[in-house]
């Protein structure tokens, strides 16, 4: 029996890119993916797109499901063959249980591998610029559970020890009882002079830092409302800080910036971007479908010189060929004329034995848009005489699971701030996403600052009915930077 195969996944602890690669490709192979709260949602963006997505939660006080449920599910998923991710926030051995969820595993004879990740606890104190050793401050650290086993809920620590035998201490899950673990740690002879820190969301754009000493920090967090996930750091190599913060000091800090694009050419300056302190999602979210329609393939046949079929891509080009030669037409057999919709698919046409024209701003109603789907939508909305033209669909756009649960998760759990649309095929096919999750408009602009590149875009975002907060004048990426960083006010949670 083919018993499938189980990997236990650090997804690292915020920043996307903290993942490793061999991470990153147990992922993309997963058909299962269960994954926690706390991992980043838009690396689910990167699974297969028919991968099913099993979130299990745990919010504290709110378990979603419980522990034996997650382990029945990884169990029943893997007997079936499947190859299931795991995917857990940070490292999957600190505190993530992987101890009980491999041990039923190998109960069960069902192969699996353990793929390490940065534990918050070292990656989010040193982007908040506390390295956890160092050789003058710091030659010893643990990590500590700050949730409570003992009746009460307070942490079961042997605070003698703790206090005395260790320089750095890190707590996990541990803000709800910072009055006990500070006073317990004063109590059992820790001066209470010793620097303190609480790191929230580390290693996101919104990272948060609260520093102050054992004395004073209970007070300071309760007054901040820090909330998990947050660590909570106690040694004086957190003094180090004042130097070494790093993360905090860069221009976008707090922004966090979905660009629905999958453009390579953007690619340099969304790297721009991050170096200079924005997260940033790109991605398009939609997945497209090829559909075939016999019917109208067959009509091809029966049309004559004065049918003009207008080619919208080099994609469609090929797409296009591949339908009719699967439907066993000859293209000799097509009687049309071919335009197409700019000199790079007339130069694609040629190179596949076909001449055409490029197609010109006069309205006719015998011309037949060949393209995707939101190729189409995109001609009609450019080229206002042709939103009656006939099309022939070579695609439709889906919204995949993946893609859903990703921007749902980024938009309701506060990871993103800023919709950034840089050109007209971006609009398009966010508009589209949104129109097929089922997410309103209203939603969108309730939650994320829109910002355009360039007046004609903007104008063409208002045209559908979305409010553009912010008008970017600029294509240059350096002006793209010092837009953001000005006057836009994140709309925080
Ligand atoms: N396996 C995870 C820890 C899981 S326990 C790891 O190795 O990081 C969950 C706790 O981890 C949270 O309550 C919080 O204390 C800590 N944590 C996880 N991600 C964090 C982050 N980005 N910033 C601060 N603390 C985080």
New binding site residues.
């Given amino acids: 029996m083919n018993k499938g195969m189980v990997y236990f996944v650090g997804a690292g602890?915020?920043d996307a890119d903290l993942i490793t690669v061999k991470g990153k490709r147990a992922l993309q192979l997963a058909d299962v993916v269960i994954f926690d709260r706390?991992i980043n949602p838009f690396l689910l963006t990167n699974v297969k797109k028919d991968a099913k997505l099993i979130y299990c939660g745990k919010q504290p006080c709110k378990h979603t499901l419980r522990q034996e449920d997650i382990q029945k599910e990884i169990l029943i998923h893997a007997r079936k063959g499947k190859t299931v991710v795991r995917l857990?926030?940070?490292?999957?051995s600190?505190?993530?249980r992987v101890g009980e969820e491999a041990e039923l595993l190998a109960d069960h004879h069902i192969n699996y591998e353990v793929i390490p990740?940065i534990?918050?606890?070292i990656a989010?104190t040193m982007y908040a610029g506390v390295p956890i050793t160092h050789r003058k401050h710091s030659n010893s650290f643990a990590v500590v559970t700050g949730h409570g086993s003992k009746k009460d809920g307070t942490p079961n620590i042997d605070w003698a020890n703790l206090a005395n035998g260790v320089e750095t201490i890190v707590f996990?899950?541990?803000v709800k009882h910072i009055r006990t673990i500070t006073s317990q740690l004063i109590e059992h002879g820790r001066d209470e002079g010793t620097a303190g820190l609480v790191?929230?969301?580390?290693?996101?754009s919104r990272q948060r830092t609260i520093e102050g000493t054992l004395a004073t920090l209970a007070n300071q967090v309760e007054q901040a409302k820090v909330t998990?996930?947050?660590?909570i750091v106690i040694g004086n190599v957190v003094k180090l800080r004042a130097n070494l913060a790093w993360f905090d000091q860069r221009p976008l800090t707090g922004r966090g910036i979905i660009v629905p694009s999958k453009s390579k050419a953007n690619r340099e300056w969304v790297q721009n971007l991050k170096d200079s302190g924005a997260d940033v999602f790109e991605h398009e979210f939609l997945t497209e479908d090829p559909i075939v329609n016999n019917e109208a393939l067959e009509s091809l046949k029966h049309l004559s010189q004065e049918h003009e079929l207008v080619l919208l891509s080099s994609k469609s080009v090929h797409q296009f060929l591949r339908a009719i030669g699967k439907h066993g037409i000859d293209l000799r057999e097509i009687g049309a004329s071919f335009a197409a919709i700019n000199e790079e698919v007339k130069e694609t046409l040629k190179m596949v034995g076909i001449q055409s024209r490029i197609l010109r701003k006069k309205k006719t109603e015998s011309m037949i848009l060949i393209g995707g789907e939101l190729e189409i939508e995109s001609v009609r909305d450019q080229y206002r005489y042709s939103s009656f033209m006939k099309a022939f669909m070579l695609s439709k756009q889906k919204a995949a699971d993946k893609d859903r649960e990703a921007f749902n998760r980024l938009v309701d759990e506060h990871h993103v701030n800023i919709l950034l649309l840089t050109n007209h095929s971006e609009v398009v096919h966010f508009l589209k996403f949104v129109e097929l999750s089922g997410i309103s408009k209203e939603q969108i602009m309730s939650n994320l600052k829109v910002i355009c590149v360039g007046r004609v875009l903007a104008s063409i975002v208002e045209a559908k009915k979305v409010f553009v907060d912010k008008c970017i004048e600029t294509q240059d990426v350096s002006g793209i930077i010092a837009a953001l960083e000005d006057g836009v006010l994140a709309k925080e949670s």
């Fill in positions: 602890p915020g706390l857990k926030g940070g490292d999957p600190v505190f993530g990740g534990t918050a606890g989010a996990y899950m541990g790191i929230q969301w580390g290693t996101y998990n996930p947050a660590i």
